[in-house]
């Protein structure tokens, strides 16, 4: 028998005796992580995840929002037919459906989905998985989380599903997605954590996710992700796809960040906010970190500090570099906001900074965002394209909330109305009004009077993510 014959049989051996159990599994297990284990016998391959799902799918619900859209004649606007007909154009609204998922995070019926389900919605229900319905209420909707937080009045207490803590979740977990594919009714996924603080995948502001091959379809948006103990470890909200359906790649909000928002609707507040420090940061490049002697280009590049700001009485300076906050690893400027989110306002946090060659700690306190004056805030009405849109004075504090460098200038918009000409012409909170028919916008007073024109053909220049989007409307 030759050596490759023999090692063969020898491996077909080994498993066949795996398999029935008869020898000890060959696979060395670290004594630091005793809970994880590899299936070693036929028993092992047979395990099902059935009373793990009669454990947790009653805390799963069905959304339905439901938004009604008026109806536009193709006439409407034509001067000629106005003039004959009054602009009695428009027929009965038609109502816009929307269809996903929650999770009840608290018995007393508070229940957690993705803010994309329920954006426009005049009304919201929601469906328990033994079939009730119930008029729902919206506590809190936060775009740049892609939260929202709603309650409903069952008379009595609810299944629901506890927090894990996402940061002691690791690469190869098993998990199951719980959801309403595609209005299928209830369904049930497994797979593994593929990724975790996956970023720069543009789902929402805050780019911090959990990636995992559970299958997540339309539909799924808002479901639990959950870990082998039944708890809740993510909320699906996303998944890259070429052709609409899961191709094992979906993306789950941390249940630590879901926990944060839960606790603030929880507190009475209809809004979430993110800690203020007051400082700018970048990613750091291979290059940068060559130049300051980096062994790895990782960390948080501090770029600009606010003067009399958390950032600037803790001592971080322009040139420093943050690499890790309360001892945990910071790979980029999303995974310090992530942290910096998940502490909340109120707290200190500690940051390791690498500081002129020399690494030191400093505390940073993290505030809640400084109002800004009436003054430089306006909406803007009346018959113009920017009608709908509520704009501000960039100040540290704003510029913050809306994800841009605490030092940029200029007026931003804020919030854009649904069913405005500001929404219509595609305005996002961020967006930076730069020019409007050549006058340059440096205030709120400079975009009022140049909205109190009334031109023919308006000429727009707004900045957003760093480049220049014109725009001609008549």
């Not at 001067?79 to 929650?102: H, K, M």
């Not at 469906?127 to 319905?133: N, T, V």
């Not at 060559?290 to 003067?307: C, D, F, H, R």
């Not at 009004?433 to 707004?462: C, Q, Y």
Request: contains cysteine.
């Amino acid at each position: 028998m030759s050596s490759k014959v023999a090692a063969s049989a020898r491996t077909l051996i080994l498993c066949t005796a795996l398999l029935s159990g008869a020898v000890a599994p060959v696979f060395a297990q670290t004594a630091a992580d005793t809970t994880r284990q590899l299936p070693a016998t036929r028993s092992d391959m047979q395990l099902s995840f059935a009373p793990l799902v009669k454990q947790t799918a009653g805390a799963v619900v069905n959304v339905y929002a439901a938004h009604a859209v008026q109806s536009r004649s193709p006439f409407a606007g034509d001067p000629f037919f106005e003039q004959f007909f009054g602009g009695q154009f428009n027929g009965p609204p038609r109502v816009q459906s929307a269809l996903g998922s929650g999770v009840i995070a608290d018995a007393s019926g508070i229940i957690v989905t993705n803010n994309h389900v329920i954006r426009d919605a005049d009304t919201v229900k929601v469906a328990l998985s033994d079939g009730r319905e119930f008029d729902s209420k919206v506590l809190l909707k936060d775009e740049s989380t892609d939260l929202a937080i709603l309650k409903i009045e069952a008379g009595e207490a609810l299944p629901s599903l506890q927090l894990a803590d996402s940061d002691k979740v690791e690469v190869g977990d098993l998990v199951l997605a719980i959801g309403n594919p595609f209005g299928v009714g209830q369904t049930v996924t497994s797979g593994i954590v593929s990724a975790q603080a996956r970023t720069r995948v543009g789902i929402s502001d805050f780019d911090f996710f959990i990636q995992t091959d559970a299958a997540i379809n339309p539909g799924n948006s808002g479901g639990a992700l959950i870990d082998m103990s039944g708890k809740l470890i993510g909320i699906n909200t996303a998944i890259f796809s070429r052709s609409g359906g899961s191709i094992g790649i979906g993306f789950a909000i941390p249940s630590n960040m879901v926990r944060a928002v839960v606790e603030t609707a929880k507190g009475g507040a209809d809004t979430f906010e993110r800690p203020y420090i007051g400082a700018a940061f970048q990613n750091v490049t291979p290059d940068v970190a060559e130049s300051l002697g980096m062994k790895q280009p990782y960390g948080a590049l501090v770029t600009a500090v606010t003067k009399d700001s958390p950032a600037e009485k803790g001592g971080l300076l322009v040139g420093d570099v943050v690499l890790s906050v309360d001892g945990v690893r910071i790979e980029n400027p999303d995974g310090l906001g992530y942290r910096l989110t998940t502490a909340g306002i109120g707290k200190s946090v500690k940051f390791d900074v690498l500081s002129r060659a020399k690494e030191k700690t400093v505390t940073v306190a993290l505030e809640k965002p400084r109002p800004d004056s009436a003054d430089n805030q306006m909406l803007i009405q009346g018959r113009n394209p920017l009608s709908g849109a509520h704009v501000i004075k960039l100040s540290p504090s704003s510029a913050s909330r809306l994800d841009l460098p605490s030092d940029t200038e200029g007026v931003a918009i804020d919030k854009v109305f649904p069913n405005t000409p500001a929404a219509r012409i595609g305005l996002q909170p961020g967006d930076i009004v730069r020019g409007v028919n050549g006058a340059e916008i440096a205030s709120v007073s400079d975009l009022s009077k140049a909205m109190s024109a009334k031109p023919t053909l308006w000429r727009f220049d707004f900045e957003r993510g760093g480049a220049i989007i014109r725009q001609v409307i008549r």
